[in-house]
Nanobody, 124 residues
């Protein structure tokens, strides 16, 4: 059984940067893509970014294009979300997830395991 733990959240000012991390522990021998989603109060969970099992392919959501990047340390079963030029509308709970397959996906239903989430707050 794989477990996910996110870290790196916090509070920053408008225009600031943060790096989120997600470590997958347990039975991680399967080649899976991983992704980041976010959800703020009253809104649906939305896609942020995803990365394939090898780290060679990525998919970036519209909310993140030009500001966020995703990377992966396959040796440590860890993915990162590098966020820059943060805006107040980026305030949300950010969730890491494991996909059913090896290719990065922006579809919520392609993910079958979720971390507990980490809060990101951006103030103006």
């Amino acid at each position: 059984q794989v477990q996910l733990v996110e870290s790196g959240g916090g509070s920053v000012q408008d225009g600031g940067s943060l790096r989120l991390s997600c470590v997958a522990s347990g039975r991680t021998d399967r080649r899976y893509a991983m992704g980041w989603f976010r959800q703020s109060p009253g809104k649906e969970r939305e896609f942020v970014a995803a990365i394939g099992w090898s780290g060679a392919s990525t998919r970036i959501g519209d909310v993140a294009k030009g500001r966020f990047t995703v990377s992966r340390d396959t040796g440590k079963n860890t993915i990162f979300l590098h966020m820059s030029n943060l805006k107040p509308e980026d305030t949300a709970m950010y969730y890491c997830a494991v996909a059913c397959g090896g290719s990065p996906s922006d579809d919520f239903f392609d993910y079958n395991l979720w971390g507990p989430g980490v809060q990101v707050t951006v103030s103006s």
